[in-house]
């Protein structure tokens, strides 16, 4: 029973425009999530994170959007530069389970020149 | 300032073998985390520590699987004897303490493919 689930397993945007990587859940109880990111042949890097309590944080060109009710967020990078091109990672971390994360799939962002 | 560190990066062996991956720590972090990638099942935990202490083994496939963290500054993994279906990459990971905003950093990876 996947709890996070990324449906989107690639995406492909023009360098320039906005990048949108979703992620849903079922956990109620989840009380962060983070995005992060991963080159081939490295290990994930954190991105950006938001408390269950906010709807939107910013850093940068990167914004992360949670909608507690839908049980979905999302991450918006804009404008989206090859350099973005890796694999994308949502994780949740839930308090009842010692604050541990449960990870997306990820999805493949490949950014156009 | 050095991030966590696996090793081997790679490592392939034969069927029946033991294998050990190896981690260090951010130094100042308090909590390890060990993590398998595959196709099939993406990133999964299979064990973490807190203060050189397991606190959840429950990822850990099979009894096969065996994990260490005798210092602050260095952890292992051990499979043994390995199968096929150990292929995977395998990270490490740190953070100063388990709190929910506390981001997790990794390794690099250790690539392992049994044969």
């Known amino acids: 029973d996947q709890q996070v689930k990324q449906n989107s397993p690639s995406l492909s945007v023009q360098e320039g425009r906005i990048s949108i990587l979703n992620c849903d859940y079922t956990?109620?109880?989840?009380?962060?999530f983070l995005w992060y990111k991963k080159y081939p042949a490295e290990g994930p890097t954190f991105l950006i994170s938001?408390?269950?309590?906010?709807d939107k944080n910013e850093d940068g060109r990167f914004t992360v959007f949670l909608n507690k009710s839908a049980k979905h967020l999302s991450l918006h990078i804009v404008p989206s530069q090859p350099g973005d091109s890796a694999v994308y990672f949502c994780?949740?971390?839930?308090?009842?389970?010692?604050?541990?994360?449960?990870f997306g799939g990820g999805t493949r962002l490949m950014v156009k020149p | 300032d050095a991030g966590v560190i696996q090793s081997p990066r790679h490592e392939v062996t034969e069927m029946g073998q033991e294998v050990t991956l190896r981690c260090k720590p951010i130094s100042g972090h308090n909590s390890l985390f060990w993590y398998r990638q595959t196709m099939m099942r993406g990133l999964e935990l299979l064990i973490y520590?807190?203060?050189?202490?397991?606190?959840?083994d429950s990822g850990m496939p099979e009894d096969r699987f065996s994990a260490k963290m005798p210092n602050a500054s260095f952890s292992t993994l051990k499979i043994q004897p390995s199968e096929p279906r150990d292929s995977a990459v395998y990270f490490c990971?740190?953070?100063?303490?388990?709190?929910?905003?506390?981001?997790?950093?990794f390794g690099d990876g250790t690539r392992l493919s049994i044969l």
């Open positions: 956990n109620s109880m989840f009380d962060y």
């Open positions: 990971a740190s953070s100063e303490r388990i709190v929910g905003n506390q981001p997790q950093h």
């Open positions: 938001i408390s269950s309590i906010k």
């Open positions: 994780a949740a971390s839930d308090p009842g389970a010692g604050n541990m994360l449960t």
């Open positions: 520590f807190n203060n050189n202490v397991p606190i959840d």
